[in-house]
């Protein structure tokens, strides 16, 4: 049952804590995106990785979110320190070729108080 | 101006009705256009992909493309109340990049 696993699904800290969302995305896939969505914004592309190298993270704010590959198996979120304007379902996707779908995982619901 | 615009709705359309959902995009040299459906609470999965002018049909659905209008839509004929969801219009820019971007959705309710 090939998917896109997320963890954790969801998320309570406080301001000013880090948080760590993991994406596993599908076996031999070699693009992952990260997308953070919120009622107002919609689907916010924060960043994307082509063979585990970052090819663009325009998307999200430099000062205190990263995203990392460590691996083919792994990527990784990471928001230091958090703040409630961070609150948000974040997506990983993960896809094979440049024209076909992008396969989400089940997202990660955040809500930082 | 945002890269991809939709109609946030909600249409509301009876059962057995033909829903027309749209979206408009900014960059010409997009190449690659895609209908995501999303119900409440879980996370997109793909309806459709149509990549050159004119139309694609897939069962009750058909995209529709028009490059020069910089124009996408999708039409679900026969729409049952099962059909009810936010629709994605998402779409991959042009110059190699591998970036997808979203529209913030159309919400469609089918009614009984």
């Known amino acids: 049952d090939a998917r896109v696993t997320q963890t954790p699904r969801h998320k309570v800290t406080e301001m000013g804590q880090e948080v760590t969302m993991r994406c596993q995305p599908i076996l031999g896939h070699n693009t992952v995106f990260w997308y953070r969505q919120t009622m107002m914004q919609g689907l916010e592309l924060l960043a994307y990785f082509r063979n585990r190298a970052p090819l663009d993270d325009s998307g999200m704010p430099k000062d205190r979110f990263s995203a990392e590959m460590p691996d083919a198996t792994l990527a990784t979120l990471k928001i230091q320190p958090s703040e409630p304007r961070d609150s948000a379902v974040y997506f990983c996707a993960s896809g094979l070729l440049v024209d076909t779908e992008a396969f989400f995982g089940q997202g990660t619901r955040l809500t930082v108080v | 101006q945002k890269e991809v615009e939709q ?106």
């Open chain 2, 7 to 112: 109609n946030s709705g909600p249409l509301s359309v009876p059962e057995g009705a033909i829903a027309s959902l749209n979206c408009t995009y900014s960059d010409r040299g997009s190449q690659s256009f895609f209908w995501y459906r999303q119900y409440s609470g879980k996370s997109p999965e793909l309806i459709m992909f149509i990549y050159s002018n004119g139309d694609k049909e897939d069962g009750r659905f058909t995209a529709q493309l028009n490059k020069a209008s910089q124009y996408v839509s999708l039409l679900i004929r026969d729409s049952q109340p099962s059909d009810s969801a936010t629709y994605l219009c998402a779409v991959r820019g042009g110059s190699g990049t591998y970036k997808y971007i979203f529209g913030t959705g159309t919400r469609l309710k089918v009614l009984a």
